[in-house]
T-cell receptor, first 114, second 113 residues
Framework: EAQVTQNPRYLITVTGKKLTVTCSQN?????MSWYRQDPGLGLRQIYY???????DKGDVPEGYKVSRKEKRNFPLILESPSPNQTSLYFC?????????????FGPGTRLTVL | AQTVTQSQPEMSVQEAETVTLSCTYD???????LFWYKQPPSRQMILVIR??????QNATENRFSVNFQKAAKSFSLKISDSQLGDAAMYFC??????????FGTGTKLQVIP
């Protein structure tokens, strides 16, 4: 089954404790992206990747890191999480650079930083 | 920078009636794509419909259609014969090539039986 998976689905952590949210897709997609969703703000793009070893900042990259060492994986790293990073996070992928490609979304990760 | 505006935080519609959700955007580009995504309570993001900016014909997908006004930079979603399963958050999104994707703030649609 074609899908985007994220782990963990739920995470409660404390300020300053490094964490990684994994994202994997099995569709051989070139483009991958991370979003955060907050009430009243919609989805905001954190980082995106056009292909292996190619990443770029979205609208809200501060406090986050990403890497794309393999085509299928695009982990999101919070080196020192803070309470303002409490949010719902989505990973998404699409086939290639063409704009008409819809994005396929993972199920979301609910992160709480205390 | 591209911006996407959804001015209706909440909307309601009677079952079997028609409802229109509005979306406006700002861009200096001429070639881009617009999308409507649905997010039900399960939180899963589901593509509803997409529109290519260079096509004048409005996209349709069964009960869902758009009114795309390129000059006005408007991209509204019309849902006909509304069903209880249409209740969800709806997000409008703009995308161009490899560039970042911009979403609106969403419209919560309630369907009244």
């Amino acid at each position: 089954e074609a899908q985007v998976t994220q782990n963990p689905r739920y995470l409660i952590t404390v300020t300053g404790k490094k964490l990684t949210v994994t994202c994997s897709q099995n569709m051989n997609h070139e483009y991958m992206s991370w979003y955060r969703q907050d009430p009243g703000l919609g989805l905001r793009q954190i980082y995106y990747s056009m292909n292996v070893e190619v990443t770029d900042k979205g609208d809200v990259p501060e406090g986050y890191k990403v890497s794309r060492k393999e085509k299928r994986n695009f982990p999101l790293i919070l080196e020192s999480p803070s309470p303002n990073q409490t949010s719902l996070y989505f990973c998404a992928s699409s086939r290639d650079r063409y704009s008409y490609n819809e994005q396929f979304f993972g199920p979301g990760t609910r992160l709480t930083v205390l | 920078a591209q911006t996407v505006t959804q001015s209706q935080p909440e909307m309601s519609v009677q079952e079997a009636e028609t409802v229109t959700l509005s979306c406006t955007y700002d861009t200096s580009e001429s070639d881009y794509y617009l999308f409507w995504y649905k997010q039900p309570p399960s939180r899963q993001m589901i593509l509803v419909i997409r529109q290519e900016a260079y096509k004048q014909q409005n996209a349709t997908e069964n009960r869902f259609s758009v009114n795309f006004q390129k000059a006005a930079k408007s991209f509204s979603l019309k849902i006909s014969d509304s069903q209880l399963g249409d209740a969800a958050m709806y997000f409008c999104a703009y995308r161009r090539g490899y560039q970042k994707v911009t979403f609106g703030t969403g419209t919560k649609l309630q369907v009244i039986p």
